[in-house]
């Protein structure tokens, strides 16, 4: 694994986020409590043993930085390494015009580190993967480029970039959202999509982001100006996601993935950790989720005063390091580090970001309440569409959105 480096793309604006990216990358926002986005894909390369890696960012990459420098020391004495790579600019003015273009504006990395083999994947995923796998794939195929792809329902194939494969896996033909998605091999009711995330024999990669940058008429973009144009003259393979196999991993979980691309999305993904038996296991320590370590006390649940209905609890719920509950309701939802919920309050189906505070008897239902908000007491959230929208941010599917640091009165 010495000749594997993998270079993360964790620079786009992330605007289908707002506003919990108003003042973050995409990959820097919250996920799970106590992780950030970025941490799955980073645990899933460190897991894999691939432990050179190069995060490139652009937006609003301060707390990403943080993140990464704080959360992600690796060991420099055996050559393993988390770094951000900030936009450069180094061949002019432009920030990143597309994936391919911010590979292409830092061929320096793939000089220096000499690899032989080059993962390129998103930073913005929620998934487990044993990336040892896709490598072993792209070997034995010989291929010049290995594309992952993940099967989903044939009548969702109009949603992605789709991927026609022969029987030896070979890809035939890459079609972006098309109309009528050819199947995918032996399963006439699936079809392949693109997850993404790709491996470059060095050379391949080279040749193609610098062909690639002299097209002005180009998008820059790896699925539709690389791929779609590889195929046809160089061997490119298809691996099946749903194939690998991650160790501690149950049957139902494999094949898991999550683009977590709009609040709802990312909404529903959070409240699927809720469940008594989720799908995606946090649990899962043969195959941990690493992030920062917080020196916090442990989660505090005060107030057993039932004969006044003052009790600090919480059902189908993750509650993270330093929270207290101090004689409120919490349930199906996700708390991260720091939250303070107090007495007669109740809140349901939501998302608590660090050192959020819920005052005396507020109700809240299905928001996402960002860092460093307190809730004044005695409020309703989530109850009343027409208030919500007047006051706060709301999604098509009705969540409440509450940026970091707002002023609630």
């Known amino acids: 694994?010495?000749?594997?480096?993998?270079?993360?793309?964790?620079?786009?604006?992330?605007?289908?986020?707002?506003?919990?990216?108003?003042?973050?990358?995409?990959?820097?926002?919250?996920?799970?409590?106590?992780?950030?986005?970025?941490?799955?894909?980073?645990?899933?390369?460190?897991?894999?043993?691939?432990?050179?890696?190069?995060?490139?960012?652009?937006?609003?990459?301060?707390?990403?930085n943080n993140h990464l420098s704080r959360a992600w020391r690796m060991t420099a004495f055996l050559g393993h390494y988390v770094e951000a790579v900030p936009a450069q600019m180094r061949t002019g003015l432009d920030w990143y015009k597309g994936s391919a273009d911010a590979i292409y504006q830092n061929l320096n990395i793939i000089t220096d580190e000499e690899p032989d083999y080059i993962f390129v994947f998103g930073a913005d995923h929620v998934y487990r993967m044993d990336t040892r796998q896709m490598l072993d794939f792209h070997c034995a195929k010989k291929a010049a480029c290995t594309v992952a792809a993940i099967p989903v329902p044939i009548e969702q194939g109009r949603e992605f970039g789709i991927i026609d494969v022969g029987p030896d896996g070979r890809m035939r033909q890459f079609l972006e959202k098309p109309k009528d998605p050819p199947p995918m091999p032996g399963n006439p009711k699936m079809c392949l999509a693109s997850m993404g995330n790709y491996l470059f024999s060095t050379d391949v990669l080279v040749q193609e982001v610098v062909r690639d940058a002299a097209n002005e008429a180009s998008a820059h973009d790896f699925g539709k100006s690389i791929i779609s144009e590889l195929y046809k003259r160089a061997p490119v393979y298809v691996y099946d996601f749903a194939q690998n196999e991650v160790p501690g991993q149950e049957a139902k979980e494999r094949g898991y993935w999550r683009d977590v691309g709009n609040i709802d999305v990312y909404y529903q993904s959070n409240m699927d950790l809720v469940e008594v038996d989720p799908t995606f296991n946090l649990y899962n320590d043969r195959w941990p989720i690493h992030t920062q370590p917080n020196n916090y006390p442990p989660a505090k649940f005060v107030f057993a005063d039932e004969q006044n209905h003052r009790v600090g609890h919480a059902m189908d719920t993750l509650v993270a390091e330093g929270c207290i509950?101090?004689?409120?309701?919490?349930?199906?939802?996700?708390?991260?580090?720091?939250?303070?919920?107090?007495?007669?309050?109740?809140?349901?189906?939501?998302?608590?970001?660090?050192?959020?505070t819920i005052g005396r008897r507020c109700r809240i239902r299905r928001a996402i309440i960002d860092k460093n908000v307190e809730i004044p007491p005695g409020m309703t959230i989530g109850f009343d569409p027409v208030e919500d929208r007047r006051r706060f941010h709301v999604t098509p599917g009705g969540v409440v959105v509450i940026p970091k640091g707002m002023k609630v009165t």
Do not use: C, H
């Open 325 to 356: 509950i101090s004689g409120g309701s919490v349930r199906r939802s996700v708390l991260s580090p720091k939250v303070r919920v107090n007495s007669y309050s109740e809140v349901e189906d939501s998302l608590l970001f660090e050192n959020v």
């Open 1 to 64: 694994m010495s000749k594997v480096l993998a270079m993360i793309l964790a620079g786009g604006a992330g605007t289908r986020l707002e506003p919990l990216t108003r003042e973050r990358a995409k990959p820097a926002v919250p996920f799970g409590g106590r992780y950030r986005i970025i941490d799955f894909v980073l645990s899933n390369f460190a897991n894999s043993g691939v432990y050179r890696m190069k995060v490139l960012t652009q937006y609003k990459s301060d707390s990403l």
